[in-house]
């Protein structure tokens, strides 16, 4: 399987527990992305990495968050203290920056579910 | 500040009917790129086009059709002979030349009936 994949696919926890997702990019790309994703929205921009260094955060990326991408491979997002407004979608993605083309192509999600 | 606007949230057609999806665009860069993405009940996000600002030539995939215009910052989607396989959300979505992120649109739903 050459695509991107996400593990867990679904996750639930209680309110103020801490979670970690993991990516795993195409083997190939350079750039791998975090997205979060809620009902009746599209993908909302959380922050990228180009190797390992993280080129930029957004300002939804509170510090309860965060995300690493030690060796340039995979990524893991962490989220501590999960609060009930945390629950979503959490897409990963990547591209090959060398291309021009910075397509990305997204993994299947983890469903994160707050109680 | 980028924007997308997809006005249309939920479409519904008999299958075999055409329809458009609409995208309209707001960006400050000069060279950009414009991309649809599939977004079937499974969930998975799957790439369908990407369109570079300088290159305003239309694009024909099989049913898929693409039209870009600069002028009016919009870049629509057309499905001809629709089917019950294309019914999904459907996302527009924008980045700038070499800047990483992209903006989405918040997607329309379409639904083909049988």
């Known amino acids: 399987d050459t695509g991107v994949s996400q593990n867990p696919r679904h996750k639930i926890t209680k309110r103020g527990q801490n979670v970690t997702f993991r990516c795993d990019p195409i083997?190939?790309?350079?750039?791998l992305y975090w997205y979060r994703q809620t009902l009746g929205q599209g993908p909302e921009f959380l922050t990228y990495?180009?190797?390992?260094?993280?080129?930029?955060k957004s300002r939804l990326l509170s510090d309860r968050f965060s995300a690493e991408r030690p060796k340039g491979s995979f990524s893991t997002l962490e989220i501590q203290r999960t609060e009930q407004g945390d629950s979503a979608m959490y897409l990963c993605?990547?591209?090959?920056?060398?291309?021009?083309?910075?397509?990305?192509?997204f993994g299947p999600g983890t469903r994160l579910t707050v109680l | 500040a980028q924007k997308v606007t997809q006005a249309q949230t939920e479409i519904s057609v008999v299958e075999k009917e055409d329809v458009t999806l609409d995208c309209v665009y707001e960006?400050?860069?000069?060279?950009?790129?414009l991309f649809w993405y599939k977004q079937p009940p499974s969930g998975e996000l799957v790439f369908l086009i990407r369109r570079n600002s300088f290159d305003e030539q239309n694009e024909i995939s099989g049913r898929y059709s693409w039209n870009f215009q600069k002028s009016t910052s919009s870049f629509n989607f057309t499905i001809t002979a629709s089917q019950v396989v294309d019914s999904a959300v459907y996302f527009c979505a924008l980045s700038g030349f070499g800047a990483g992120k992209s903006t989405f649109g918040d997607g329309t739903t379409l639904t083909v009936k049988p």
């Open positions: 993605a990547s591209s090959e920056s060398g291309s021009g083309t910075d397509t990305q192509y």
């Open positions: 960006t400050r860069d000069t060279t950009y790129y």
């Open positions: 083997s190939e790309h350079n750039r």
């Open positions: 990495f180009q190797n390992e260094a993280q080129l930029e």
